[in-house]
Nanobody, 124 residues
Framework: QVQLVESGGGLVQAGGSLTLSCAAS????????MGWFRQAPGKEREFVST???????YYSDSVKGRFTVSRDNAKNTVYLQMNSLKPEDTAVYYC??????????????????WGQGTQVTVSS
C-alpha cells in the first residue's frame, strides 16, 4: 500500500519561499516518477511539477522558473522548493505517485496515490 506524507506548508508573504517534502513508502521509490499537484478553493486540481526516476523535471507554465523539484532516492523523499511565491500560488499541495511505474504524473488521470495535502497560503 502506497503512502505519501507531505510536510512543509504554511503561511508566507508574497515573494517568500517554502519547501515542501513528501515521504513515500510502499513502493520502489527509485523506479517511480513523482509529481506535485495543487488545488485552490473552487478550482480543479492542477499539475505543478514532476520528476522522473532519472531526475528530469517538468513544470507548469505558472511555476516555471520559480519552483524546483528534486528527489532523494536514499530517503524515499521528493521535494518542491518554491521561491518568489505569489498570492495565486495559494492552494493545498498534493504529492502524487502514478498508477503505473511507466507513467509520468502530469495529469490527475495518471495518478494512483495521493498524499493528504499540505496548505500553502501566500499573503499579499
Amino acid at each position: 500500500q502506497v503512502q505519501l506524507v507531505e510536510s512543509g506548508g504554511g503561511l508566507v508573504q508574497a515573494g517568500g519561499s517554502l519547501t515542501l517534502s513528501c515521504a513515500a513508502s510502499g513502493l520502489t521509490f527509485v523506479n517511480y516518477c513523482m509529481g506535485w499537484f495543487r488545488q485552490a478553493p473552487g478550482k480543479e486540481r492542477e499539475f505543478v511539477s514532476t520528476i522522473t526516476w532519472t531526475g528530469k523535471s517538468y513544470y507548469s507554465d505558472s511555476v516555471k522558473g520559480r519552483f524546483t523539484v528534486s528527489r532523494d532516492n536514499a530517503k524515499n523523499t521528493v521535494y518542491l522548493q518554491m521561491n518568489s511565491l505569489k498570492p495565486e500560488d495559494t492552494a493545498v499541495y498534493y504529492c502524487a505517485a502514478p498508477r503505473a511505474v511507466s507513467l509520468i504524473p502530469r495529469s490527475p488521470s495518471a495518478v494512483g496515490s495521493w498524499g493528504q495535502g499540505t496548505q500553502v497560503t501566500v499573503s499579499s
